[in-house]
């Protein structure tokens, strides 16, 4: 499947209003419906955290989170918005937007979705008390300041001013005006994001204790005591769910793997039905050995790995010489073509091709280029300002399929530079996003250097791999880095009269990326995976992600 270009389609100006809308079924039929003969087995991983959009921002717990709610709109197979429950959403100057819900929505309990549904749900993620790892994406809305706790050195001097942001306003059951602080060129796009899911009434109550129970908008609800920790999740489909992705299965059942190959080989042996990803063991041999069944696709997924701004020998002139000369030291097209078979392209930018705005000739960009005469040049620099001493490391969880690429990259950088470079194996991704967050906040971690880093775009837009990995205060800005300049860049990006400026904005953020590198470029991912003899209906999306929905069993 080609993979559209998309971003400038996505909203239609007339009459003065930007405007999407659309019929999401609201009070169609939310039985299991026809062609559904069995449960589809797909590879996951135990979620970070409990099941809330606001505080999922990784994969494991985003796969199950897309299936078990519903919000304004979906991403279709090559990333267009399609209205769910959303009847529209428009906006005559891009600052004030109104959101009229389609009637008739129910969470999976048989409570009415509303407005307030909505707009509860992005005050709770938004206040920083709440410290939800998704509340980054409410900052552009009017009043999300004030729902900020004042701290000095890491700690809270006065509490937030308000609980509720005054730019979001509920009109009616159905009908809800967001006020943005300034006007933004892609904000549709952005609503199909799990941030954005409403939450019932009732999950506040205890929002931990809802997470581990949560309740279902979606296509699927958890299966009654589905959830197994770290073996597995039974998703069933709700009855009550009446929008554009009715399941066509009669399940999805998310096994936990500890390690790719485990999964390959049970998708070899028939015991698994559908693969994400295929183990880099099996890079060379999975197109030959599942035929048709093979997928191997570009997909909106960047790789790289962080460098956070804390780190010993890698802050000021000193460290922009080190990042640049690792930058030097690693040989992308022999890694992807050895070790990933083709199913990787060494990265020329910080997004990634298959989004609208693309660029392959930013300046500065040539810092991604192997030249290890460079490399040991700025190396040598770097030390006239001040010795290096220690390892050089990166962290990478072992049950991703990272260990292959992840040596080979700190081969790379050891053969070229002559220092000691070795990879940090974790467990599982969990553990390690632990850590993570931990260094993040100035808390004890087990890292000793940098990690495994990337990004699976949320929506399709450039802004989504720039604004929260590396805006300040991004919410997946791990490794702390801030830029003033950086920051205006997008902000004039976003309130850009269309989305080609805005782009072109997005475009020269990044000039200055590859003068600090707060992270290291690597490649672009294809999608690789397969599905068994047993499901017909595979499609794997814009973005990697199958249409589990779609899939049927035979």
């Given at each position: 499947m080609k993979i559209r270009r998309i971003a400038g389609s996505v909203a239609v100006l007339a009459a003065g209003a930007l405007v999407l809308a659309g019929c999401g079924g609201g009070s169609g039929s939310g039985t299991s419906g026809g062609g559904q003969t069995g449960v589809v087995t797909v590879n996951g991983s135990e979620p970070e955290?409990?099941?809330?959009?606001?505080?999922?921002?990784?994969?494991?717990?985003?796969?199950?989170?897309?299936?078990?709610?519903?919000?304004?709109?979906?991403?279709?197979?090559?990333?267009?918005?399609?209205?769910?429950?959303?009847?529209?959403?428009?906006?005559?100057?891009?600052?004030?937007?109104?959101?009229?819900?389609?009637?008739?929505?129910?969470?999976?309990?048989?409570?009415?979705?509303?407005?307030?549904?909505?707009?509860?749900?992005?005050?709770?993620?938004?206040?920083?008390?709440?410290?939800?790892?998704?509340?980054?994406?409410?900052?552009?809305?009017?009043?999300?300041?004030a729902l900020q706790a004042e701290t000095q050195d890491g700690q809270v001097i006065a509490p937030p001013e308000k609980t509720e942001m005054s730019g979001l306003v509920v009109l009616d059951d159905l009908t809800f005006t967001i006020t943005l602080t300034s006007a933004l060129a892609d904000y549709p796009l952005r609503l199909g994001y799990a941030a954005y899911y409403p939450l019932p009434e009732a999950a506040f109550d205890d929002v931990d204790a809802y997470g581990r129970a949560p309740l279902s908008s979606g296509p699927y609800t958890i299966a009654e005591n589905g959830w197994r920790h770290n073996q597995e999740i039974r998703l069933i489909p709700n009855d009550m769910y009446s929008g554009g992705r009715t399941p066509m299965n009669k399940g999805v059942t998310v096994k936990f793997y500890t390690g790719l190959d485990a999964a390959y080989n049970d998708l070899l042996s028939g015991n698994l039905d559908v693969l994400d990803s295929i183990p880099p063991s099996s890079f060379a041999t999975f197109e030959n050995e599942l035929g048709m069944r093979a997928v191997n696709q570009p997909a909106a997924i960047f790789q790289s790995f962080t460098i956070p701004q804390w780190l010993d020998h890698f802050t000021?002139?000193?460290?922009?010489?080190?990042?640049?000369?690792?930058?030097?030291?690693?040989?992308?097209?022999?890694?992807?073509?050895?070790?990933?078979?083709?199913?990787?392209?060494?990265?020329?930018?910080?997004?990634?091709?298959?989004?609208?705005?693309?660029?392959?000739?930013?300046?500065?960009?040539?810092?991604?280029?192997?030249?290890?005469a460079k490399a040991v040049e700025l190396w040598a620099q770097a030390d006239a300002v001040s010795r290096w001493t220690g390892t050089f490391t990166i962290a990478y969880n072992a049950d991703g399929g990272h260990q292959e690429w992840v040596d080979a990259v700190t081969n790379s950088i050891r053969n070229v530079l002559g220092i000691e470079a070795v990879a940090q194996s974790y467990g599982d991704f969990a553990t390690m996003r632990t850590d993570v967050n931990a260094a993040r906040n100035g808390a004890p971690s087990g890292l000793t250097g940098a990690w495994r880093s990337g990004w699976q775009a949320d929506y399709p837009g450039l802004y989504n791999f720039l604004g929260a990995l590396y805006g300040t205060g991004g919410s997946s800005n791990d490794g702390n880095y801030s830029d003033p300049a950086f920051d205006a860049l997008l902000l004039q990006g976003n309130q850009?009269?269309?989305?080609?400026?805005?782009?072109?904005?997005?475009?020269?953020?990044?000039?200055?990326l590859f003068k600090d590198l707060p992270a290291i470029p690597l490649w672009y991912s294809n999608v690789t995976g397969g599905f068994s003899t047993s499901v017909d209906g595979v499609v794997f999306g814009w973005n990697s992600v199958p249409l589990y929905w779609d899939i049927t069993k035979k």
């Open positions: 955290n409990p099941l809330i959009p606001t505080n999922t921002n990784e994969t494991g717990g985003g796969k199950i989170i897309d299936l078990i709610n519903s919000g304004l709109f979906y991403y279709d197979a090559d990333g267009i918005p399609q209205p769910e429950i959303a009847a529209s959403v428009t906006s005559d100057d891009k600052i004030v937007w109104t959101v009229a819900l389609d009637d008739g929505w129910v969470f999976s309990d048989g409570s009415p979705i509303t407005a307030h549904s909505f707009v509860d749900a992005w005050n709770f993620g938004a206040l920083s008390s709440n410290n939800q790892l998704n509340g980054y994406w409410f900052q552009d809305i009017e009043g999300f300041d000021g002139a000193e460290g922009a010489l080190r990042r640049a000369a690792i930058s030097h030291a690693i040989d992308r097209e022999t890694i992807t073509s050895t070790i990933f078979s083709g199913t990787r392209t060494p990265a020329v930018d910080f997004t990634s091709p298959v989004i609208d705005g693309w660029s392959d000739s930013i300046e500065g960009s040539d810092v991604l280029t192997y030249d290890p850009a009269a269309t989305l080609d400026e805005a782009n072109g904005f997005f475009q020269e953020s990044q000039t200055i």
